[in-house]
């Protein structure tokens, strides 16, 4: 089945969901963490070896639904994962070079300035 709205993210979890109810599938927490857990191994060691750069994209993609497994064998509701994915994208839309420094592969927060006095 496929969707076509103008929400990517509507369509994926929908998709997400439908795969599972078409195999039956509630999701269980400890299941569906060991199935994730096994997507991250997997795009680790494609991402590490980065010779196959869509295998590596396959995985990733499978590690994404997944999680959206997690999320639903722990109750939260798809409406909330997507508020939630729009409200990240906002907050790191709202990140700057004033506000954010790339610092032991990581993006962090600026100390706040210290008062000159």
Not at 90 to 108: P, Q, S, V
Request: aromatic fraction near 6%; charged fraction near 30%; glycine fraction near 6%.
């Amino acid at each position: 089945m496929t969707f076509s709205t103008t929400d990517p993210l509507r369509d994926l979890i929908r998709s997400t969901l439908g795969f599972y109810e078409r195999f039956g599938w509630q999701p269980l927490t400890d299941d569906a963490i060991r199935v994730f857990e096994e997507e991250v191994r997997e795009v680790t060691e494609a991402a590490q070896d980065g010779t196959n750069k869509a295998h590596i994209a396959e995985e990733a993609a499978d590690v994404i639904v997944t999680l959206i497994g997690v999320c639903q064998a722990s109750g939260v509701e798809p409406e909330q994962l997507i508020e939630q994915l729009y409200a990240v994208i906002a907050k790191n839309d709202a990140k700057n070079h004033d506000t954010h420094i790339y610092t032991d592969g990581k993006i962090r927060r600026r100390l706040p300035k210290s008062p000159t006095t």
